[in-house]
Nanobody, 124 residues
């Protein structure tokens, strides 16, 4: 699976962005798909995930109520709608796919395929 992430940019605090992650090579079917982010000097951290075949999404506490992960089956694309952005959301955002289970889905080490990262910068 090849993943292509896009949609990052510079936005003021309180603004919104939508990230996209398009898969090629095969579909997301059977995978857990998610978003992680990494700020400079920090470890990659979990943002949100959902199972492509169904089930409820799971969010990090820091983004709950502000970010929404969604899927487009026809386009084989994953999205992350980010609202009410804060300066602390500034990071490179990565989409990922892996065959994870509930206890591993928030750990980036269990994901096999990664997009190239898209930079989100939130100014105060």
């Amino acid at each position: 699976v090849q993943l292509q992430a896009s949609g990052g940019g510079l936005v003021q605090a309180g603004g919104s962005l939508r990230l996209s992650c398009a898969a090629s090579g095969r579909t997301f079917s059977g995978y857990t798909v998610g978003w992680f982010r990494q700020a400079p000097g920090e470890e990659r951290e979990f943002v949100a995930y959902v199972r492509w075949s169904g089930g409820s999404p799971v969010y990090a506490d820091s983004v709950k109520g502000r970010f929404t992960i969604s899927k487009d089956f026809a386009k084989n694309t994953l999205y992350l709608q980010m609202n009410t952005l804060k300066p602390e959301d500034t990071a490179a955002y990565y989409c990922a796919a892996g065959r994870t289970i509930a206890t591993t889905s928030q750990n980036f080490r269990y994901y096999d395929y990664w997009g190239q990262g898209t930079l989100v910068t939130v100014s105060s």
